[in-house]
């Protein structure tokens, strides 16, 4: 009998397969004669796509299509008589559920890893090959490193072997409308920001002649282009090569409407105007460029390897980010007030969620599945939208208790009034992108249950108020986000924040508080949202988007202003789970402030859009949690015997 009917078990004789799996056989049958005919023993396919984005288009999916699992995260590896999946631990039981007996589930996720298991079947000599398109420069190095200390070979297969197997059932190229922006939601024009990037050419000390740009969102923000290539993101495939006298975008030509060719080509000295080359030229053309005195600057954080090979070293310059993600990541005073605008309207469809669970939870009528789908009509409806920004995160429960939980027919709860309830959604609208994560609980939480949910706040509060100067590494000053569940021994296993768009990725690299991010300046937007995962029983996170700007301070040491967050999502915490008892003053005077200002924001909108019961239970959910806690201190003292009378004079102190 299956240990669990949702999950394959290849133990027994037959195996066991839920209904749900695929079989594998025929691809991989076909995709081992493709490696015989290159002379290789093994193949890996990674989850990326040629432009190294968080999310890929359906046609880009090799390793899905393959294996039949869907994580967002693993790579598979074939050879000539096993197949393995490698991913991390959020994606085990999934992988289980998908998977067929023809793949081994490997719970790890490094180069190193693969490497190791490949050689275990593979002797030395014998060729290991890849798809240099879709490796990053730093994992083709890894990968290289080790592969050739193992004494076999990594060899570079332009053309995808997995593509040649799926032939015509492969889903074909988006061909949606590319479009421009209208000006009232950009913050500069395309011939500005080109003139500007032009400008940090020219100051570079290495002069080089061109940038290449291989992100997608790079081509997207330059031109103040949008699409909808990408899933939850209106990006569209391309590359941009940006020399100092000419302007190249690489794209399928036959998208581009003559509306968007005009555009390109308006208000553009000859040096500016936008030349339009097919999509799959990019590397003839830089290999005819690089034949000239030229030098050509990437960012290698998103540039392919298959790109990298064709540029020779000497006239390459290599740095993480290129000046495009630099640029992009500093707001105009325009694109902030934009994306402050559209966090008001956002804050209304969260209100209306929340509002619309109290109602219908107690009648049994909502489950994670419809929940997160009511969550997303309603930003559907709010001015501007352009639909979600990532699929929505609805957990109930011990569900929660997984960070990055999605919901499906089979893993999917009812919600109800005795568990914590976690909602992490976001929409895309013209003006801007939104991320908000917010947990509630509708019944009586045990004391552990607000106990954690109170530090995770605390540790939201106290990393908003911090000041801290100039060019400061988001690292360096996370901790404070963990400090009060450090000290009751708790902890969270994620980030604890990233950067976000300008209808653009929910997840905008390189702001955040990585190691690999680029220092804090004024600006910027990203989130913070810390968390605790308590495992089979509930999840929490608070999650709010700030914008960084200039302090307040009484002095300016070094001479420059210092710098302070300033939140920018606007929907309450969750009352029922906040124990004041355990924050500090300052702490619970925040939280007032903050609720005063949701109040003062979202309560027009609400009153504009005729929203009274939403409007009300605003009203009821911002009110200062300072008079709770008198109310508690006050019901404290009188539970005192009068002998206490000393110690009621010393909480007075």
């Not at 939850?232 to 581009?256: A, C, E, G, K, W």
């Not at 509708?442 to 552990?448: I, K, L, Q, S, V």
């Not at 908003?464 to 021994?489: D, N, V, Y």
């Not at 300072?626 to 000393?646: C, E, N, R």
Request: net charge negative; hydrophobic share 35%.
């Amino acid at each position: 009998a299956p240990r669990d009917a949702t999950e394959r078990n290849c133990t027994i004789s037959p195996p066991y397969l839920p209904p749900s799996i695929k079989n594998t056989t025929r691809q991989l049958n076909d995709l081992r004669q493709k490696m015989r005919e290159n002379n290789i023993s093994a193949y890996i396919v990674p989850s990326t796509d040629a432009h190294l984005g968080e999310y890929t288009a359906d046609r880009e999916k090799r390793r899905n299509w393959l294996t039949g699992f869907t994580g967002s995260s693993g790579v598979a590896v074939v050879t000539h008589t096993r197949g393995a999946v490698f991913t991390d631990s959020r994606y085990w039981i999934q992988a289980e559920r998908e998977m067929d007996c023809n793949w081994e589930l490997e719970k790890t996720l490094s180069s190193y890893a693969v490497v190791t298991w490949i050689q275990q079947e593979l002797k030395p000599g014998e060729g290991i090959g890849f798809d240099p398109f879709l490796f990053s420069i730093g994992e083709w190095q890894s990968y290289s490193s080790l592969i050739q200390s193992s004494g076999m070979t990594f060899q570079s297969i332009p053309t995808n072997l997995v593509d040649l197997v799926w032939g015509n059932q492969r889903p074909s190229l988006p061909n949606e409308t590319i479009y421009a922006l209208k000006d009232e939601f950009v913050g500069s024009t395309w011939q500005e920001k080109v003139s500007n990037i032009r400008a940090k050419m020219n100051s570079h000390a290495q002069k080089p002649s061109a940038v290449l740009l291989s992100a997608l969102e790079e081509t997207a923000w330059l031109f103040n282009l949008r699409g909808q290539d990408i899933p939850y993101n209106p990006f569209f495939y391309s590359y941009t090569l940006l020399t100092l006298d000419s302007v190249r975008i690489f794209v399928n030509v036959n998208r581009i409407t003559n509306e968007v060719q005009t555009y390109l080509n308006t208000n553009c000295a000859p040096s500016s105007c936008v030349q339009l080359t097919e999509y799959d030229q990019l590397r003839d053309t830089l290999l005819e460029y690089v034949k000239g005195n030229v030098k050509i600057w990437i960012g290698q954080s998103y540039t392919s390897y298959g790109v990298y090979e064709t540029i020779p070293k000497d006239k390459l310059l290599a740095e993480e980010y290129s000046p495009v993600l630099i640029a992009k990541a500093v707001k105009s005073e325009k694109e902030q007030k934009l994306l402050k605008d559209c966090h008001v309207r956002d804050a209304v469809a969260v209100i209306q969620y929340l509002v619309w669970l109290e109602k219908n939870l107690a009648r049994g009528l909502v489950d994670e599945l419809s929940g997160g789908d009511y969550v997303d009509s309603l930003r559907q409806k709010q001015q501007y939208s352009k639909g979600p920004s990532f699929a929505t995160i609805s957990a109930s429960g011990l569900n929660a208790a997984l960070a990055h939980y999605r919901a499906t027919n089979e893993t999917k709860r009812e919600l109800g009034v005795n568990e914590m309830y976690l909602v992490d959604s976001g929409g895309q609208y013209f003006d801007g992108t939104t991320d908000i994560t917010r947990t509630v609980h509708w019944g009586t939480p045990t004391a552990f249950e607000k106990e954690a949910y109170t530090r995770v706040l605390m540790g939201n509060i106290e990393l908003t108020r911090l000041i801290f100067p100039q060019r400061t590494s988001g690292r360096m000053i996370e901790s404070f986000a963990r400090k009060a569940l450090w000290e009751a021994g708790l902890n969270y296993g994620h980030g604890t924040g990233h950067g976000i768009g300008n209808f653009f990725s929910v997840h905008e690299w390189p702001v955040g508080f990585q190691s690999n991010n680029i220092a804090m300046t004024k600006g910027m937007f990203t989130s913070i949202e810390p968390g605790y995962y308590h495992d089979g029983h509930f999840g929490i996170r608070i999650e709010d988007i700030v914008l960084i700007v200039e302090a307040k301070t009484a002095y300016m040491f070094g001479g420059e202003p210092y710098l302070a967050f300033e939140t920018v999502t606007l929907v309450p915490y969750d009352r029922n789970l906040i124990d004041t008892s355990i924050m500090q003053d300052v702490q619970i005077e925040y939280v007032d402030q903050y609720y005063k200002k949701i109040k003062d924001l979202v309560g027009p909108e609400l009153q504009k859009q005729n929203l009274h019961e939403e409007y009300k239970w605003l009203e009821k959910n911002t009110r200062p949690l300072s008079h709770g806690a008198l109310i508690s201190a006050s019901l404290l003292l009188l539970s005192l015997p009068v002998m206490a009378t000393g110690f009621i004079n010393y909480i007075f102190v």
